[in-house]
């Protein structure tokens, strides 16, 4: 079975701090990889996602992620955060049938 | 991406009475769908997978018989919570996956379920 770990439950930040937030996942196969934002009071949006190809993904609002097969890892990357980035953060893998198995999320606060 | 909408958007009932939750994928056939909970301040939880035509099949620990899922065309699914109680209340989120090698899912607005 697969399982997805976010090592950060809450990341507080100052506007314009580089941001960073871990994502590493269990399963032997291949994988899809993706981050979710979920805005205070509003539903799920895909931010970026990874299927093949370039390890290097590049989402909405100049958020980054970064493949790294060798560590199982899929970090997310923002240079200068906002304070409209405030949010929950979900990483999701799934094996390639839809079915997501989703992190426990990261709840990012940028002070202004 | 493909538009998945999810109704009502929110919902208060009574315990004891039953609610039912759509989710239609709008601009493609969904041949698979799946329905997650999510409970405050966590992650969302796979409740169950359903395929057009056949029954859901549920995760474990998920009562199949407390939520019941019907997908009975490739644009409609839909999850009944029986006899609701306080416990049952939860935002409820479907998602929905088309054919073909594609593995994304592309996600409903969700159905915040309040039971009074």
């Known amino acids: 079975a697969q399982s997805v770990s976010q090592h950060n439950h809450h990341v507080i930040l100052s506007e314009a701090a580089s941001l960073e937030l871990g994502c590493n996942y269990s399963?032997?196969?291949?994988?899809?990889l993706f981050w979710y934002v979920q805005y205070p009071g509003q539903h799920l949006q895909l931010l970026l996602k990874?299927?093949?190809?370039?390890?290097l993904v590049k989402g909405i609002k100049g958020f980054e992620a970064e493949f790294i097969k060798s560590k199982f890892s899929f970090n997310l990357r923002k240079p200068s955060v906002q304070w409209s980035d405030t949010a929950e953060y979900f990483c999701a893998v799934n094996a390639g049938a839809g079915k997501s198995t989703f992190g426990d999320g990261t709840t990012l606060t940028v002070k202004p | 991406g493909a538009v998945v909408s999810q109704h009502p958007s929110w919902v208060i009932c009574k315990s004891g009475t039953s609610v039912k939750i759509e989710c239609r994928s709008l601009d493609f056939q969904a041949t698979t769908m799946f329905w997650y909970r999510q409970f405050p301040k966590q992650s969302l939880m796979l409740m169950a997978t359903?395929?057009?035509?056949?029954?859901?099949?549920?995760e474990q620990g998920v009562e199949k018989d407390k939520f019941l899922i019907n997908h009975a065309s490739l644009t409609l699914s839909t999850l009944t919570v029986t006899s609701a109680h306080p416990e049952d209340s939860s935002f409820y989120i479907c998602?929905?996956?088309?054919?073909?090698?594609?593995?994304?899912?592309?996600f409903g607005q969700g159905t915040r379920l309040t039971v009074v």
């Open positions: 998602s929905a996956r088309g054919g073909g090698n594609t593995a994304e899912a592309f």
């Open positions: 399963y032997g196969g291949t994988v899809n």
């Open positions: 990874y299927f093949s190809g370039d390890p």
């Open positions: 359903s395929n057009e035509g056949s029954k859901a099949t549920y």
